[in-house]
């Protein structure tokens, strides 16, 4: 099992310009979500969704959207970027309600400039 | 709200070094309590868990022991080597509709030779 992939591992953006965090699972999980990781802090979660087809949002989702049309994928979709979204984005994924591990991946840098 | 404080970083200790990083939480209920460990470049891994008070979680040489009394789940290893160099993070679960996940801000950890 590869676990969790994200792409790209970095990214640039200038001000204004859009782009996808492409998210995968092998795994079968349900759970899956998506943090982003500031400097000296915790993750802050953005959004998630108990399964396909059931996004909802987290703590900071202003700026993103989702999309869950399969088991396997949770893309985070950035539409107009700015440099506050300049972070460390990470999925994570679970198999189910009764399970407590999340399984993450090793992250997408993403610089707006 | 529910949250997680952790001991402030860096911390830089010698090889065979004696490490403790504090955690202390607030939550309202019953959490099941985390280390993540997150290695230079790469995701969050679990690195041991607690789900109940007076548990003891130990993985690698690093224990924990979740103290309801003490609202405290703090990481401990004995002899800590060059190769623990990373950012642990104390975390907290709380079973709701998506098993909302609480991290601590992280604390870096750095062993020299």
């Known amino acids: 099992n590869a676990g969790v992939t994200q792409t790209p591992k970095f990214r640039i953006l200038k001000i204004g310009q859009s782009m996808t965090l492409q998210c995968t699972q092998d795994m079968n999980h349900n759970y899956m979500y998506w943090y982003r990781q500031d400097p000296g802090m915790g993750l802050k979660l953005i959004y998630y969704s108990v399964g396909a087809g059931i996004t909802d949002k987290g703590e900071v989702p202003n700026g993103y959207n989702v999309s869950r049309s399969t088991t396997e994928d949770f893309p985070l979709r950035l539409e107009l970027a700015a440099p506050s979204q300049t972070s460390v984005y990470f999925c994570a994924s679970k198999a189910g309600l009764d399970a407590d591990t999340q399984y993450f991946g090793p992250g997408t840098r993403l610089t707006v400039l | 709200g529910d949250s997680v404080t952790q001991m402030e970083g860096p911390v830089t200790l010698s090889e065979e070094a004696f490490l403790t990083i504090n955690c202390t939480y607030t939550?309202?209920?019953?959490?099941?309590l985390f280390w993540y460990v997150q290695y230079p470049g790469e995701g969050l891994q679990l690195l041991l868990k607690a789900t109940k008070a007076d548990d003891k979680g130990s993985n690698k040489g690093f224990e924990a022991t979740y103290r309801k009394e003490t609202t405290s789940f703090h990481l401990e290893k004995g002899s800590v080597q060059v190769s623990d160099s990373a950012v642990y993070f104390c975390a907290l679960t709380m079973k709701t509709s998506y098993d909302k996940v609480i991290f601590g801000p992280g604390t870096s950890l750095s062993v020299i030779p």
């Open positions: 939550a309202t209920g019953y959490p099941s």
